[in-house]
Structures are given as structure tokens and as C-alpha cells.
């Protein structure tokens, strides 16, 4: 079996589950003919035909609605935003009817449906193109906010996602698209979306990330395994909901616990995690819970994004001045 | 220096203002007791509308967006919908809703703040009020390339203010329903105001029927008092649309005789000549004359019709008032398929 990458494993749970449930329709801008600016849905247009790949007006609030409409009708509509940056029209619609339609009709009317968007900085695009908000989605009830690590969780997620009964905002590093290589199966079985995964067992220190920095994260464990600490790292992979357990487990073992995002410090998902540390493990932390995230900047353009996305050594300082404290 | 295209707007009207009859009749108009049915529904609107506000002056509900005026709006709109149609309204669209199947005693619900007002019994993938301005329409367009994705031969109609005119929802559905050839008809109940901001300050368009020509449909400019063109002209585009002929925007011209809402006072911004001159021209007034004029209605009718409406009003009201309250723990129940783990912890914390 070829090795894939993980954009390549976005395309091959998308071709998996449109193969499987005719109901599944993706919609977006460039994603016929052209397969998606990143490729993503490279081939599934010649497949599965316009009806199924549908390439629409250049409109993003009418991506979304478009989707609440279907998604009411039984259908299972895959929007694809081409960046993250251009999600923002959306939101109104994300937030005030996808997330809210089960709700608001006591059950009724519900939205199973999938907003994919590549997201992250670190591939030297122009302005807009490069900002991680994930937290902004993480903050509103009714929504499910999932991101994926390698080829392997983009592609179970990614089925789990298009098989949920209710909005999911897929976000897709793009920066590590196409770093990795993994055989995927292309079995069509899901991972389960309210779980983090342990990546790495380790009994000194957590290191917990999620999306392109798992890849900084865990060359930040393996150099500190060569000064002879053992980091146990964790891929959150659900940013909503949280899967507190695993990470709660995971410190209580280590007492130490490092959070690492791209996105913004302040009001961060890392600030979350913390919070819920202090509020049910405080007695197992020797340390403080430290942060190795993005700045409260705009993100950087391209010449200087490297100093903005955090670093293996960045990572690697932070975990052993926690290990350092007291 | 070439014109390379041209549109115009029609408009239509069947009753005008004094309730002369303005060419033919529509073939359905021909059918005494369809027109008695409208007078009917327009009245039981009438008089729910007034109790629903009624209800709120006296603490029994919460803000309600009345639809004074407005009637023949939304009852031609629903007179003209098939069961299997879809309705998408808006927060002031009773006059559909209640013919979709949906009860008084749901929308006083709804208004008294219990979310199960929405959970429609009868008409179940009708959408519920949409408060948002001009959100609606994209889930029309959505449930639209639904029916046409399935080549089913329904239709949609979505509602919406002359306001949501404005906003960018409304162009980007008007877009993609003309690009796709949607089944879906738009309806602009243009009461001329947008809360406090009048018509002619929203838009430097002619009508706002035109609208439709940059999303490549038709669009028509209906008396929206005349409640007999107003069902004919969604009938109309209802039948294109159900048979592959593509959606069409209808901008029914009417006048909001009452405040925005129940925590507006409209009296700080509307002339009062106006609202005089507009109630001259009102729906109710002009179907009744119409059916007087016919020897199809009189004072006996008329009076036997009022207390029948209010009786059901009445109901209506006792049916709301005695609704068992929701469990605190539904504000969790509906939010996802599977309550999360997380979740479930704050239900357990919660005043239940």
C-alpha cells in the first residue's frame, strides 16, 4: 500500500464516504475541475460528477447557509473554505443557525454538517492566508471543532466528522499537508471525536498540542528523551469538546504539563486546558502549567512567521524550565 | 454607444385601493369560497395579532413582532403553498405559518420564550421564525438544491423585510438561486420600514423587485394589500419553480401599521399622515369591501366570523397559558445528538 499524505488522506475519507452515503455533497469554491487549491478533492469531481462536487459562486456566508438548507433536508453537505482567513462571512450562519438548529427546534431541524478549512501559518502565503482561530469556533455551544495531526487522524476524523449528527468545523493544518507520509487503510472506520490521542508515553512531563505544531511537539520530545526526560505527548485532536480525562490522567502522572498552539495567547484553547487543569488536577501539578504559543499579534506575512509559529526550542526551554521549578 | 440588455418590472395588482376590481380575476379568484377563505384567514390573523400583543402589554409573553397590516402578505403566500412545499420565514410571517400547520398556540410560545414553539408538529421541515436578518434565504437556497439535487417537484419560499434587502445573505441567495435555477421563491414583504429607517433611505433602488435582475431571475412588484394578486403572483412562481423554470423574487409593496416590534413605539418616526393615508389602503378593509360589493359578505357574516376567530384566539390562549413548563435540563437535551462528556458534567451541576 503507497503511503499517503495528509491531504491526500482528507481526499480518500471524502472519496470513501461519498462512495458510501450518496447523501454526502461537497461544496466550495474551486473544488470541481480543479480539485481545490490544496487538492484535496483532486479526482472527486471526474467520480462522482458536478451534482455531487459542486463548485459554487464565490460567497462564503452562502457556502454556509447553503449547507444549514441541505443539512435540514437530510443531505450531508461538505463545505470546503479555501482558507480560514475567508471563513469570517460564515460565521453569522455557523453561529446562529448551524450551531443552534437542533436547539431551536427542540430537535427537529438539525445540521449535520462539516466545514473543512485549511488553517495555520508556515507555507510563506500571502496576507490572510496563515491565522489559527480556532478558539473563536471552540467558544460557541452547539458547534464541534476537530483537527487532525497526520494522515491517519485526518482521515478516521475526518469519516467521524462527515458521520456526526451535528456541525463540525474541520480545520486542516495546512502547513504539514504534505510533511508526513502514512499508509492509511482505506478501511472507512472513524476515530472517535471527543478523544485526545496519546502519541507518546512518558512519565516526566505532558506536552499537549494539536495541528501542525504536533510536529514541533514532538521533535521537542525526542530531543528532551536525548537530555533523559521522558515527555508523554498528547494530540488533542478535539478541540471540542474536550477530552479533559486523558489529559487530566496524563498529568496526574507527570505533574508537569506544557500547552503548545499556533494561535493566539490570550483567550486561547491552551487557557481553557490550563483552567481545567487547575480546576481538577491543581494537587498533581509540582509546576506551573506553562503556554508555548503564538503572540497577540496579527500573524506575521511570511518573512517573519517563523518567529511567530512556536519552535522546537521554544518547546524544549518552556518543558525544562517547568521541569526546573521547584 | 449599445444597450446590450434591458429589464423591466412589471406590477400587479387585481384590487386597488378602493377595492375596484383591476382587470381579470385570476382563475382561482373565480372560486367564491377561495376568496372567503382569505378574507377568513386575514381576520383570525388580525385578531391573533391583536391578542398576541395584548398578551405581552400584560406581562403574559415576551417581545412579539406584530404583523398588523401585513396580512394579505403571508396568507397569499401561504394560501399559494402545496403541503409539500417548504416554507423559510421570517419572525413576522404568521399569515403562512399558521396554514403550514402550525398552531397560535406555538407562536405564542415561541414569543413567551419556550424554544418547543418552534418544534412545528405539522409542517416538519418548515424552518422555524428566523430573527437574523436575511439569513433565511440561504437556507432556502440550501433547501432548494436539496429538492433539485433529489429532482423532486417542490418548491421553497422564503420571507424576509425590505430591510434584509440590504444585507449581503439576501444578494449571495439571490445569486446562487439564479446561477442553479433554484426552486425558491423570494418574497419581500416591503412594509416600508426597516425598525425606525424608512424605504426610500434603504435603498437608491427603483423597486426592490429589481434586485432580481443581478441574480438572474424575474422579479415582480405585487399590490401586497390586494391579497387576491398576491396569491396569484406566488402561485405563479411557485408552479415555475416546481416544474424546472427557476426561482423568481416578489416584492410585495404593503405598510406596517404597527410598531417594529412590542419594544418599538413607531409614533417617534412615522408620520402620522402616513399611517392615516396607509390605513385607507389596508388588506382587510379592501377584500371586505370587494366581497360586500359581490353580495358575498354581510354584517351577519362578518359578526359570526369575528367570534369564531376570537373563540380560537381564546383557545389558543388558554392553550399557551397552561403549557407545562420545559425542564430546566432541555437548555442541554437539544444541543448535540450525544450530550458531551463535558457537558453532561454541567447538566449535573445545573439547577435542575
Known sequence: MAEITLVEAVTQALAYEMQRDENVILLGEDIGLNGGVFRATDGLYKKFGADRVMDTPLAESMLAGLAIGMAAQGLKPVVEFQFMGFIYPAVDQLVNHAARMRNRTRGRLTCPMVARAPFGGGIHAPEHHSESTEAMFAHIPGLKVIIPSSPARAYGLLLAAMRDPDPVIFLEPKRIYRIVKQNVPDDGKALPLEQCFVLREGSDITLISWGASMHETLQAATQLEQQGVSAEVIDVASIKPLDMDTILNSVAKTGRAVIIHEAARSNGVGAEITSVINESGLLSLLAPVQRVTGYDTVMPYMKLEKHYIPSVEKIVNSAISTLEFA | ????????????????????????????????????????????????????????????????????????????????????????????????????????????????????????????????????????????????????????????????????????????????????????????????????????????????????????????????????????????????????????????????????????????????????????????????????????????KEDALIKQCQQQVSQAVEDYLNIEPQAVSAMFDYMYETLPKSLQQQRGLADL
Not at chain 2, 382569505?38 to 395579532?49: A, I, K, Q, W
Not at chain 2, 405581552?56 to 403541503?83: C, D, P
Not at chain 2, 418548515?126 to 437556497?141: G, S, Y
Not at chain 2, 434584509?164 to 446561477?179: H, I, P, T
Request: charged share 20%; glycine share 8%; proline share 3%.
Open chain 2, 1 to 300: 454607444m449599445t444597450i446590450i440588455a434591458e429589464f423591466s418590472i412589471e406590477y400587479l395588482q387585481c384590487l386597488d385601493k378602493n377595492a375596484n376590481l383591476v382587470g381579470d380575476l385570476p382563475s382561482f379568484a373565480k372560486d367564491n369560497a377561495q376568496l372567503i377563505n382569505l378574507y377568513e384567514l386575514m381576520v383570525l390573523n388580525r385578531t391573533f395579532d391583536t391578542k398576541a400583543i395584548n398578551l405581552q402589554r400584560t406581562g403574559k409573553m415576551g417581545t412579539y413582532a406584530s404583523t398588523l397590516g401585513q396580512e394579505a402578505v403571508f396568507v397569499g403566500i401561504g394560501h399559494a403553498m402545496k403541503k409539500t412545499d417548504v416554507l423559510v420565514p421570517y419572525y413576522r410571517d404568521y399569515g403562512a405559518l399558521l396554514q403550514r400547520g402550525a398552531t397560535m398556540k406555538q407562536i405564542l410560545q415561541y414569543w413567551g420564550g419556550d424554544e418547543r414553539g418552534s418544534d412545528y408538529e405539522e409542517c416538519r421541515e418548515d424552518f422555524p421564525l428566523c430573527v437574523p436578518i436575511a439569513t433565511q434565504f440561504l437556507h432556502a437556497t440550501g433547501v432548494a438544491t436539496a429538492m433539485k439535487y433529489r429532482k423532486q417537484k417542490r418548491a421553497v419560499v422564503a420571507t424576509g423585510g425590505e430591510g434584509a434587502s440590504s444585507e449581503g445573505d439576501f444578494y449571495e441567495a439571490l445569486n446562487v438561486a439564479g446561477q442553479w435555477q433554484l426552486p425558491v421563491v423570494f418574497v419581500i414583504n416591503n412594509n416600508q420600514w426597516a425598525i425606525s429607517v424608512a424605504r426610500q433611505s434603504q435603498t437608491g433602488c427603483q423597486t426592490i423587485a429589481q434586485k432580481a435582475i443581478a441574480g438572474g431571475m424575474p422579479g415582480i412588484q405585487v399590490d401586497g394589500n390586494d391579497v387576491i394578486a398576491m396569491r396569484d403572483c406566488v402561485n405563479q412562481a411557485l408552479q415555475a419553480a416546481r416544474t424546472g423554470k427557476g426561482p423568481t423574487l416578489i416584492e410585495a409593496v404593503t405598510y406596517r401599521l404597527c410598531d417594529h416590534t412590542t419594544a418599538d413605539d413607531a409614533s417617534r418616526y412615522v408620520p402620522k399622515e402616513d399611517l392615516d393615508k396607509a390605513w385607507q389602503e389596508e388588506p382587510i378593509k379592501r377584500l371586505q369591501t370587494y366581497l360586500e360589493t359581490e353580495k358575498l359578505w354581510d354584517k351577519n
